[in-house]
């Protein structure tokens, strides 16, 4: 996403030990944060009963929710996110 100017930062509300493994096995090219405390999970609203949903938020320059990927879909996201980046 460098061509793009922007920065990726995935959150999750698993502890740091765990995102260590699960960076390393599937070599994610970008930062994943624990939340473990559920802080911004629970801002953002993605808390579920027992875990955080899997949704995608793309914040503008301005620091404002540009659009929400509610439900992620694994095998489109990624074009789907190009695409709107380029729409900003």
């Known amino acids: 996403m460098q061509k793009l100017g922007v920065a990726i930062v995935g959150v999750s509300v698993n502890s740091v030990v765990s995102h260590g493994k699960f960076v390393e096995q599937y ?3 970008f930062t994943l944060l624990s939340d473990s405390e559920k ?4 801002d953002y609203g993605v ?3 027992t875990s ?3 949704i ?5 320059k301005n620091g404002k929710i540009a659009k929400i ?3 992620v879909i694994p095998k489109t996201h990624v ?3 190009v695409a ?3 729409k900003l």
């Open 52 to 54: 955080a949903r899997r």
């Open 27 to 29: 070599k994610l090219p």
């Open 84 to 86: 709107d980046l380029k």
């Open 39 to 42: 802080i911004m999970s629970n």
């Open 79 to 81: 074009d789907e996110i």
């Open 69 to 71: 990927y509610d439900p």
């Open 47 to 49: 808390m579920g009963l």
């Open 56 to 60: 995608s938020f793309l914040i503008d």
